[in-house]
């Protein structure tokens, strides 16, 4: 059941007076706990994109934070909260060209051996490259890996549910105790939709409260101190089965601290301010000790415990969370906070090398340039480029199916959107090398098509139109277009039809994909220069995640797929490349007219600039965060 605003106020009140007092005489014993989340390997600070050093992001950065903290804080544990193994092309290699033999460490398992982890719990993009290696890959831990709502599908289990660390620190005063730390992990149950190719019929992934309330009370019995690695995110309004449940796992009793990653947002910060059951600035959520350090590396999360011995059980007196970056940004230019530990470039030197020539290797040329500025407007080549490379790569697999004469369209979202200033594709025409494909299409997803009826494609379109923010049309200033709580990844554009967005009405669809059907926002629907029946059958080439039922979409719930590809959607736009084919300019979609002049903002990136002769009517304003922002006049 989702929280109740009764335990939250509860959570609340416990926070507000503190834990029980204790008296003075009472031995401390200070506790550090450490965490890394979402470093998606992340292991150095290289942009195998850019080829050069990027000072926002690394394992070997945070390696130095990691050092200063332990010279604080001698009584010191850390912990990993999974998403470890995929999310840069060093991730690829490993996983496809590299390979891991039997009795092989992954190299950010070597790494992570030499800074000491502790324990550790998957996130759901450790399935990504499939079971057999996830299970090579965490034999290289030196250090215990728990997942309590993972099970295999007979129902023995994937991972222990929980470990006890068994310690020996020193208290204040210069004794030594011996601790008892009982660690408890959870991830997403949405594996089961993301990665179902997978994971079907190999894996079962419950709702994690569940698995909270009832693996707790036997850990809470045998350890002094638990820890939660939940990896998942903060809403208050998560119910059973929810994607992001750490509030709601934090109010089970028994839990001491609990640590957050999968959103890619820092806790505590500004990021969850006002949301209720956390507070925002203290770092606790239900009044327990939270936090969640960013992503890629760009923070490592710190939890400072004060215990006190209590008759003959340690209880929190005191503590203090804080995200730590390795990185701050300032007008025009990032200062580094951190150093790099060159050990850890050493340990994974020989994968990182071999990476470097893979993404160097080209595979093709681009007569007209690519780039990802402007697709919150529909100017988006990059995505031109995708979608053009899917329907080529399917049209001939499904010659002589029964699909086969069903119109073929195809849908891609823009990834390299901003999601960091300086996260955006920006190639002009020329050579082309792997490392820009990888660029273009970040993820391991495999190519999937999926039948539809104009209904369902006019539900998706909708769904997709989420991101944007409902445009006040009296309005005389200039209003912000995107809602940043539905991710770039998750507005799917469909090439093959001609629609429009009137952004001046209200979203069909909220964040959490909840359905408002009074209200559209897609208008004059077409296909062929005709409307979409909404009866009518179509082919729709997506990936994956999206043909699962990732991002909540209508009817995609991986019960209409007629295509399951041997190949990735990154494959399809190598082989596109390399055919020599060229970027269609294909703009399927552009705002609906209004009426009237209002003007409408995004942020983008500063270097866009040399782009905007491709964006009539767009202009850019003013530094925002690092970000320039842009306007563009609707009529």
Known sequence: MPITRRALLAGGTALATGFPTIARAAPRLPLRLLETSDLHMFALDWDYYREQRDPTVGLNKIASLLAHAREEAPNALLFDNGDLIQGSPLGD?????????????????????????????PGNHEFNFGLDFLERA??????????????????????????????????????????????????????MIWDKANLD????????????RRHVPVLRANCDIVVALCHCGIDPHAGVGAENAALQIAAVPGIDAIMLGHSHRVFPGPDYAGVEGADAERGALAGIPAVMPGFWGSH????????????????????????????????????????????????VAPEHEATKRRVDAPVGEIA??????????????????????????????????????????SAVAPFRMGY?????IDLDPGPVALRHVADIYPYPNTLTAVRVTGAELREWLECAARVFRRIDRDSEGAQLLVDRRTPSYNFDVIAGLRYRIDVTAPARYDANGERRPENARIVDLRYADRPVDPAQQFIVVTNNYRADGGGKFPGLDGRNIVLRAPDSNRDAVERFLRRGAAVPDDRPWSFAPIGRRVTIAFDSARAATRRLAEAPGLRATREEGGYLRYEYDLA
């Open 201 to 212: 019929g190999r894996l079962r992934c419950c709702d994690m409260v569940a698995a909270a």
């Open 138 to 191: 965490l034999a290289g831990a030196a250090f215990p890996y728990v997942g309590a709502n993972i099970e295999r599908a007979d129902g023995s289990a994937f991972l222990p549910p929980f470990h006890i660390l068994t310690r020996r620190f020193t208290d204040d005063s210069g004794d030594e105790h011996e601790l008892r730390v009982g660690v408890i992990g959870f991830a997403p149950p949405q594996i």
């Open 93 to 121: 290699h490993v996983a496809h060209e590299g390979g891991l033999a039997a009795g092989v460490r992954h190299p950010i398992f070597r790494a992570m051996n030499y800074l000491r982890y502790d324990a550790a719990t």
């Open 420 to 424: 960091t200033p300086d996260a955006y």
């Open 300 to 347: 490592l999360g710190v939890i400072d415990l004060t215990l006190a011995r209590d008759g003959d059980r340690w209880i929190i007196d005191r503590f203090h969370s804080q995200a730590r970056p390795i990185y701050r940004r300032e007008t025009g230019k990032i200062v580094a906070l951190a150093g790099v530990d060159p050990q850890i470039e050493t340990i």
């Open 368 to 409: 007209t340039p690519l780039y990802s500025y402007f697709a919150w407007i529909g100017v988006d080549p990059v995505g031109a480029l995708v979608n053009a490379a899917q329907l080529a790569y399917a049209r001939p697999l499904l010659e002589g199916t029964p699909f086969a004469e069903l119109p073929l369209l």
